[in-house]
């Protein structure tokens, strides 16, 4: 599977960037697509996931501000980013892991893609 992930940029405080990020390849019909993002010195965490059953997960950091969303026939997530903030400063990895059971069966990620928002 690979990822092809777009929609970064440099962005004012309050402002908003629509990440998106297309997968091909042979993929699982349950699956979990998702960001995660990595700032200068600190680790990779997760944003935002979204699952084939459309069950949805976010960091208390974006909640309320981030909406992610999925186009399955498009094999498509996207990361609506609203009210951005200079510490959402970071480079964006799109996420995308086949599960069975609940469970991971493995893992994939896109090339980054740096948003940057000044104060």
């Known amino acids: 599977v690979q990822l092809q992930a777009s929609g970064g940029g440099l962005v004012q405080a309050g402002g908003s960037l629509r990440l998106s990020c297309v997968a091909s390849?042979?993929?699982?019909?349950?699956?979990?697509m998702g960001w995660y993002r990595q700032a200068p010195g600190k680790q990779r965490e997760l944003v935002a996931s979204s699952t084939s059953g459309d069950y949805t997960n976010y960091a208390d950091s974006v909640k309320g501000r981030f909406t992610i969303s999925r186009d399955n026939v498009k094999n498509t997530v996207y990361l609506q980013m609203n009210s951005l903030k200079p510490e959402d400063t970071a480079v964006y990895y799109c996420?995308?892991?086949?599960?069975?059971?609940?469970?991971?069966?493995?893992?994939?990620w896109g090339k980054g893609t740096q948003v940057t928002v000044s104060s």
């Open positions: 390849g042979s993929m699982s019909s349950t699956n979990t």
């Open positions: 996420h995308y892991a086949p599960t069975r059971g609940g469970l991971a069966r493995g893992s994939y």
